[in-house]
C-alpha cells in the first residue's frame, strides 16, 4: 500500500501540475509550466530548456495514456491517485523529467545545483518557499551551498516511490495538506 506521505506527495503534484488552476490536467498544463519552469534559469543552455519543455510533454502523454480512464482527454484528480497505486509505468517518465529538471539546475554544468537556481524552478513549479528551502537543507548542501545533480534527480524519483515516507521530499508537503 502507498503510505500516506506518498498520497500527500501525489496530491500536491496534482494540484502543482494544474497550472491553470482549473481542476484537470490537460495538455494546456503542461505547456504552461514547461514555460515557466525554462524561464526560471535563463542561462541554461538550449539543450536543457528543449529536454525539459521535451519531459513536459512526454510526462503529459504518459499521463494521458495511462490515466484517462474515462477518456475524455483530461486527467481527473481521482484519475490521477491511480499514478500511486501502479507506479512502475511511470518510472521511464519520471526518470527523463528528473533529468531534466535536474539539467536545468545545473547550467554551468559543474555537476551542482546551486541553491538559487533550486530556488527558482521549484518556485516556477509552484512549491512554496518554506518548502523549497527545508528540502534543500535536507539534501545536505556542501561547499558554496549546492548539492549534486545526481542528489535531486535521485530525490525527486523518490518521490514517486509510493513505499517511501521520511524522505527530503516530503518537505515539500509539511504544511500543504489537510
Ligand atoms: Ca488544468
Ligand atoms: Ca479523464
Known amino acids: 500500500m502507498p503510505t500516506t506521505k506518498a498520497n500527500d506527495r501525489v496530491e500536491l503534484v496534482f494540484s502543482l501540475f494544474d497550472a491553470d488552476g482549473n481542476g484537470v490536467l490537460e495538455p494546456e498544463d503542461f505547456e504552461l509550466m514547461g514555460k515557466r519552469v525554462i524561464a526560471a534559469v535563463p542561462e541554461a ?13 512526454g510526462y503529459w502523454e504518459t499521463l494521458v ?7 475524455d482527454g483530461r486527467i481527473s484528480p481521482q484519475e490521477f491517485t491511480a499514478t500511486v497505486l ?14 531534466a529538471l535536474a539539467a536545468m539546475g545545473d547550467p554551468d554544468g ?34 558554496g551551498d549546492r548539492i ?7 530525490g525527486i524519483r523518490d518521490y514517486y516511490r509510493p513505499e517511501k515516507a521520511g524522505i527530503p521530499g516530503d518537505h515539500l508537503t509539511a504544511g500543504t495538506t489537510r
Open 45 to 57: 543552455g538550449d539543450n536543457a530548456k528543449s529536454g525539459m519543455l521535451d519531459a513536459f510533454r
Open 86 to 99: 501502479d507506479p512502475q509505468r511511470f518510472d521511464a517518465t519520471v526518470n527523463e523529467f528528473a533529468d
Open 110 to 143: 559543474d555537476g551542482f545545483v546551486e541553491r538559487p537556481h533550486f530556488t527558482a524552478l521549484m518556485t516556477a513549479i509552484g512549491f512554496q518557499r518554506p518548502n523549497i528551502d527545508a528540502l534543500f537543507d535536507a539534501f545536505e548542501p556542501v561547499d
Open 148 to 154: 549534486p545533480v545526481i542528489t535531486w534527480a535521485d
Open 65 to 71: 495514456r495511462e490515466l484517462d480512464a474515462d477518456g
